[in-house]
């Protein structure tokens, strides 16, 4: 099959720190080369990938000339290239072109959704456009919308070592963006509570560095330490040694691929349960646990050496893997040509 796949032109794919979205675009290329597939990545010129790379000619999503021409780089290509699915993890308007097309196409969503772009992709695309969001939180507002399939974000597993066992003083750890709707804060406070260390991995955005001065550098010492960004070699090493990760987010994650990630390394996840996709993810009890506050949080991180690392780990394989992920992608992609070619 010859698929073509659309990423922003921000970030490139691999990201080298930081960039969700960038990470599963590039798991998804990857795994879909590996099954013997084309593709054809539209994407940030500095990417490194198995496949053929169309760099943008806009640099950005906010500009509406870079904006037009990305859409024309993407219509001219496809309408040449002989493809048999589009799939866009980019804006929607990189498709605005192809959606009366006949061609399949996916958009697929991995933040949050607007109502007004999935009834506009409708009515443009005469029904050749399939929507996938990462969870089935994210669409509870726009799944009459449109024609809807849940597929959960993916990883490459050989990058995560899984840790059958740690040490018993082992850390809690907490990674991802420093910022307050992130929660390291009840992150330091549970582990406080719990009577645990605690690593703090991430970056600190320049707007929220008096966040960071506020509420986490008072609390830096022996027992809570702060290491910085960190790549995917370090952060294997830092959720594979922890006891548990902890997730006490203030905000409605769309998915959360550090969870997956610490699944992998067999690390048992602590999240808020009001916190968005953590309920699809975190199976209470079996694989981490759900709580509501940092007391909450430091009450199953007393707990969390009864969680079966073996467990979490198989629970990523299953659910979270990049075999998973490019399995369901490709058995989307086959239906809808399927169907595409039916209605001729």
């Keep these: 099959m010859r698929v073509a796949v659309t990423a922003d032109p921000e970030i490139p794919v691999p990201p080298l720190l930081y960039g969700g979205a960038e990470r599963v675009v590039e798991t998804l290329v990857c795994g879909l080369k590996a099954r013997g597939h084309s593709v054809t990545?539209?994407?940030?010129?500095?990417?490194?990938?198995?496949?053929?790379?169309?760099?943008?000619?806009?640099?950005?999503?906010v500009s509406w000339s870079d904006t037009l021409k990305n859409m024309r780089l993407v219509a001219r290509t496809v309408e040449h290239g002989g493809f048999d699915v589009v799939h866009s993890f980019g804006r929607l308007a990189y498709l605005l072109q192809l959606l009366p097309r006949r061609i399949p196409k996916i958009m697929s969503y991995g933040r949050w959704v607007s109502a007004r772009s999935v009834i506009l992709g409708n009515i443009l695309s005469r029904g050749s456009l399939r929507f996938t969001s990462c969870s089935r939180f994210m669409i509870e507002k726009v799944k009459g919308l449109g024609a809807w399939s849940v597929i959960y974000h993916g990883i490459p597993l050989d990058r995560y070592t899984f840790c059958p066992a740690v040490a018993a003083d082992a850390p809690l750890i907490y990674l991802?963006?420093?910022?307050?709707?992130?929660g390291a804060h009840l992150a330091i406070e549970a582990a406080r509570i719990s009577g645990r260390r605690l690593i703090i991995a991430g970056n600190v955005e320049k707007e929220h560095m008096g966040y960071f001065?506020?509420?986490?550098?008072?609390?830096?010492?022996?027992?809570v330490r702060y290491v910085g960004p960190v790549d995917?070699?370090?952060?294997?090493?830092?959720?594979?040694?922890?006891?548990?990760?902890?997730?006490?987010?203030?905000?409605?994650?769309?998915?959360?691929?550090?969870?997956?990630?610490?699944?992998?390394?067999?690390?048992?996840?602590?999240?808020?349960?009001?916190?968005?996709?953590?309920?699809?993810?975190?199976?209470?009890?079996m694989n981490g646990f759900l709580c509501d506050d940092a007391r909450g949080m430091a009450e199953c991180a007393r707990k969390a050496g009864?969680?079966?690392?073996?467990?979490?780990?198989?629970?990523?394989?299953?659910?979270?893997?990049?075999?998973?992920?490019?399995?369901?992608?490709?058995?989307?992609?086959?239906?809808?040509?399927?169907?595409?070619?039916?209605?001729?």
Excluded at 41 to 61: D, H, I, M, R
Excluded at 176 to 182: A, D, N, S, T, V
Excluded at 259 to 273: D, K, N, S, W, Y
Aim: hydrophobic share 40%; proline share 7%; charged share 25%.
């Design 41 to 61: 990545l539209f994407a940030n010129a500095a990417s490194q990938v198995p496949c053929e790379l169309v760099p943008y000619a806009g640099a950005g999503s």
């Design 176 to 182: 991802g963006r420093i910022e307050p709707l992130k």
């Design 213 to 223: 001065k506020r509420a986490v550098e008072p609390h830096l010492g022996d027992r």
């Design 232 to 285: 995917d070699r370090q952060k294997s090493g830092l959720l594979g040694e922890a006891l548990a990760f902890l997730m006490p987010v203030l905000w409605k994650e769309p998915f959360g691929l550090v969870m997956a990630e610490a699944l992998a390394c067999g690390t048992p996840v602590i999240a808020f349960r009001n916190g968005g996709s953590p309920p699809e993810i975190v199976e209470d009890g």
């Design 306 to 344: 009864m969680i079966d690392r073996a467990g979490c780990r198989r629970s990523a394989e299953a659910r979270f893997s990049e075999g998973a992920m490019v399995g369901a992608y490709e058995k989307l992609y086959t239906e809808l040509v399927w169907r595409s070619k039916k209605s001729a």
